[in-house]
């Protein structure tokens, strides 16, 4: 069906617009109007972001007061069961996008009355409203804005998604740079809308022309808008000017973009992308490699207002958490995003494969005898589940994935039931205290917290559930792992003995990245992927004084292992080795 140009869903109307935020309440939040929710699913709720078209978008924390960006469906949208099972796809496809200029998925429930989407919270403006308040980006800052956006967009469409409403008002400019919001909502509306009346989700001077030509967006259709937003970023104008809404689009259709005031260096590139023939356009990776170097920017935060920087802001005005048995038995917030690993569901470790030991040797399979072998998953071969399993939770048992995600904050991982429409379900959190070299330098001491976090069920963590990455180079294609020499049962872990401490040992482990990585979490052939999560860096040996990379405050020895890749190498790895040596 061809959509018209006048026929239209507008994404950047305000739907009620909160209220003024009193004296004392935490900066850009504002207060929760009579009908607002006080806990969505693990997340207590303190007040407004903002509101648009297709949902509300609240300020959260979770059980750890780490706080979020909850966006909650507006209610005509939840009582569409086509919507529902739209949005339900487009999770599944988020949770597999992670990139620095992305902010981190953390929950989701589609299956809630009302369905809500989840993500890390980002403090800063809107590109929107930095640019109308502050006039266009300095130069190097463009630059940096354009290629991390570009960035961002390719590490979407390599997931399968196409965001499909691109535009200022879905950028946040952050201390740390720029990030890209709403990406996968808009599709589950915009098929929506298509269904009931043929009008087209968007904004007026950020759709594509082959969109206002009623074809379906694509990714090339993403990277028109992206070229758009830059030209606002160095102009404070879109490349189609400011008329009338039909006057924008007919531009759009058949009018010259102007480029007067961007930057020269970038012209070719947004040119390019701004093509009338979305065939003709760069794809976003090929945007982001062809853009000019410029001088790299000071931090972001010299061209920005200042942001809420105080972390417990928003618990003042927060409901208290709930009680622990409360907070761990139920829906709990996971990170990843979007990329997060997942495996087949277990109450304990699968199989442990065969590798290599860290002293050359190999780490045996399943033996017969059952001697280094782990038990089967639980539900993989018909077994059923453990009886105490409330029943909102016995499909994430038997259908669900094992999820291993790590903090970039501290040395702590966490393992989670994953189902496929985002339910989450947190069953261990490891805490790394030490990782040092005894006497005997040859041997890497790894001594470890681990919690089990559920009031049923339990859970039966392995020394073979670990693994050593000692080097990760542009030529690799999966981890080349070591298991620990430390064997067998490092703990029995249920409600009723839900803490254990103990040590895992490597041989001749130099600096390079500690993993919690379940057999069951290998792919085919038994490798993982060189960008899986869930790792921790071991910075510094005893005999060296100077680290292998960036410490968590508090560590000598541990610090983050952000194993997603840009351009072929982690973003954050200690043991990324550029030479291959």
């Keep these: 069906m061809t959509a018209a140009p006048w026929n239209r869903t507008r994404t950047d109307v305000p739907v009620n617009p909160p209220p003024p935020r009193p004296p004392g309440a935490p900066a850009g939040v504002s207060p929760l109007s009579q009908g607002d929710p006080r806990a969505v699913g693990p997340f207590r709720i303190a007040g407004r972001l903002g509101a648009g078209g297709m949902g509300t978008v609240y300020a959260a924390l979770d059980d750890r007061d780490r706080r979020a960006a909850l966006k909650r469906i507006h209610a005509v949208y939840a009582a569409d069961g086509d919507f529902r099972d739209r949005f339900a796809r487009e999770v599944r496809l988020v949770r597999r996008v992670r990139a620095e200029g992305v902010p981190r998925f953390l929950a989701a429930d589609t299956r809630a009355d009302v369905p809500w989407l989840a993500t890390e919270y980002v403090p800063g403006p809107t590109l929107d409203a930095r640019v109308r308040g502050g006039g266009p980006l300095p130069a190097g800052f463009l630059a940096d804005f354009a290629r991390v956006t570009a960035r961002a967009l390719a590490a979407i469409h390599a997931a399968g998604v196409v965001h499909r409403d691109l535009k200022p008002g879905n950028v946040i400019l952050s201390p740390a740079g720029p990030r890209v919001l709403d990406f996968g909502i808009a599709r589950a509306a915009e098929e929506t809308a298509l269904t009931r009346t043929g009008a087209l989700v968007g904004t007026p001077g950020w759709i594509s022309p082959e969109q206002y030509r009623g074809e379906a967006a694509t990714d090339r259709s993403d ?340 194993a997603r890749l840009t351009d072929g190498r982690p973003l954050n790895s200690c043991a990324y080795d550029p030479a291959g040596t």
């Excluded at 102009?235 to 102007?258: C, D, H, K, Q, Y």
């Excluded at 997942?342 to 199989?351: E, G, I, M, S």
């Excluded at 000692?470 to 298991?483: G, I, K, M």
């Excluded at 085919?524 to 071991?538: F, K, Q």
């Design 223 to 562: 990277v028109f808008a992206w070229a758009c937003m830059a030209v606002f970023a160095a102009t404070g104008r879109g490349p189609f000017g400011p008329g009338t809404e039909e006057g924008v689009i007919s531009a759009v259709l058949s009018a010259a973009p102007a480029l007067h005031g961007v930057p020269g260096p970038l012209r070719p590139v947004l040119a390019a992308a701004l093509d009338k023939d979305p065939a003709r356009r760069p794809s976003a990776a090929e945007a982001a490699r062809a853009l000019p170097a410029f001088p790299a920017p000071a931090p972001w935060a010299a061209v920005l207002p200042a942001v809420d920087a105080d972390p417990l802001s928003w618990t003042r005005v927060a409901p208290p958490r709930r009680p622990w048995v409360r907070r761990h038995g139920r829906v709990l917030a996971v990170s990843a995003a979007a990329t997060a690993l997942a495996v087949a569901a277990a109450t304990a470790p699968a199989l442990v494969p065969t590798g290599t030991a860290a002293d050359g040797g190999t780490v045996p399979g399943p033996s017969p005898d059952g001697g280094a072998a782990l038990p089967p998953a639980a539900g993989a071969d018909g077994e059923p589940v453990p009886d105490d399993v409330p029943e909102e939770y016995r499909g994430l048992y038997t259908d669900g994935t094992v999820v291993v995600e790590a903090s970039d904050t501290e040395p702590v991982v966490v393992r989670s039931l994953v189902g496929e429409d985002g339910t989450a379900l947190e069953q261990l959190r490891v805490t790394y205290l030490t990782a040092d070299n005894p006497s005997n330098a040859s041997t890497l001491s790894l001594g470890l917290r681990v919690e089990y976090l559920p009031d049923f069920g339990s859970l039966s963590l392995h020394a073979e559930d670990f693994g050593w990455v000692q080097a990760v180079s542009p030529d690799d294609e999966s981890l080349d792992y070591r298991r620990p020499n430390t064997r067998g049962v490092l703990a029995e872990l249920d409600p009723g003995s839900p803490e254990a401490e103990t040590t895992v040992a490597f041989f001749g482990a130099p600096p390079g990245a500690l993993y919690l990585l379940p057999a069951a979490s290998l792919g085919e052939g038994r490798t993982a992927p060189l960008d899986t999560p869930g790792g921790v860096c071991y910075v510094r040996s005893s005999h060296d004084d100077e680290a292998a990379g960036p410490a968590f405050p508090g560590h000598d020895s541990l610090g983050p292992h952000d």
